[in-house]
């Protein structure tokens, strides 16, 4: 699991990032608000770990700004006690709130919590088979042929957009939005490239997709069904 961990108190980052990674996470740090949200927004985090007074922008701002296009749990760290900045905090879209100074068994263990919370359920089709490719969503595994596929991070999380969401038309907007952020959504060539490569690695043929398709003008489509994707071309 990866967690962005955002506070301007560099002496707190180290020391909360050693704990963390002791724990088996992986942590990306930022130091200010601009860079927790440029972090949010590139680097996919599945959980954001934030003070309040951070410079550039504060803590509601950056949850505000990522409660626009994403809802990865966020638990604020932070100095403040006064109820209306709780209020504040959550109203705005934070999970949980915790007081510093604060015991570091309890910040584990309300990760943990969120952790559990955002998980995916058995109810999720963890695993999807189309043509001679299995893809392990819980385990963001992809074979070919029974071979590992080695996928970029991008690229993975394009192809587990579409494949949560078989057979409906996803808008570029909308991929745009979940992949690259609130801020690259008219840049469609982004698309283009990274859907091509996905079916340079996945597709039967390449030029002549029948799962993961095109609907011109308007999004992408992943089909498990050659016949309907001979339907709805490519």
């Given at each position: ?9 560099r ?5 909360l ?9 992986e ?6 608000g ?5 972090a949010?927004t ?33 638990l604020?760290?932070s100095g ?10 959550l ?9 510093k ?10 990760v943990?919590?969120l ?5 995916p ?16 969503l ?6 070919k042929?029974?071979?590992p596929?080695?996928l970029?991070?991008t ?28 801020l ?5 060539g982004y ?8 079916r ?12 993961l ?5 308007m ?8 016949g309907l994707?001979a339907?709805?071309?490519?």
């Amino acid at each position: 699991m990866r967690i962005l961990l955002a506070d301007d108190d560099r002496q707190m980052v180290r020391a909360l990032s050693i704990s963390l990674r002791a724990e088996g996470y992986e942590v990306i740090t930022a130091h200010d608000g601009r860079e927790a949200l440029d972090a949010a927004t590139h680097q996919h985090p599945d959980l954001i770990v934030l003070d309040l007074g951070m410079p550039g922008l504060t803590g509601v701002e950056v949850i505000t700004a990522v409660r626009g296009w994403s809802e990865m749990p966020v638990l604020v760290i932070s100095g403040r006690a006064e109820s209306w900045d709780k209020v504040e905090a959550l109203d705005a879209g934070a999970d949980d709130y915790v007081t510093k100074p604060f015991a570091i068994d309890e910040l584990l263990a309300r990760v943990r919590a969120l952790a559990r919370r955002s998980a995916p359920t058995g109810t999720e089709a963890p695993t999807i088979q189309f043509a001679d490719v299995r893809v392990d969503l819980a385990n963001r595994q992809v074979l070919k042929a029974e071979k590992p596929v080695r996928l970029t991070p991008t690229e993975w999380r394009l192809l587990e957009e579409l494949l949560r969401h078989p057979g409906k038309l996803i808008t570029r907007e909308t991929l745009l939005t979940s992949v690259w952020g609130p801020l690259y959504t008219t840049d469609s060539g982004y698309l283009r490239l990274y859907m091509s490569q996905l079916r340079k690695k996945l597709e039967p043929e390449p030029s002549h997709p029948r799962h993961l398709l095109t609907e011109a003008g308007m999004g992408y489509r992943f089909v498990n069904d050659p016949g309907l994707a001979a339907e709805t071309g490519a």
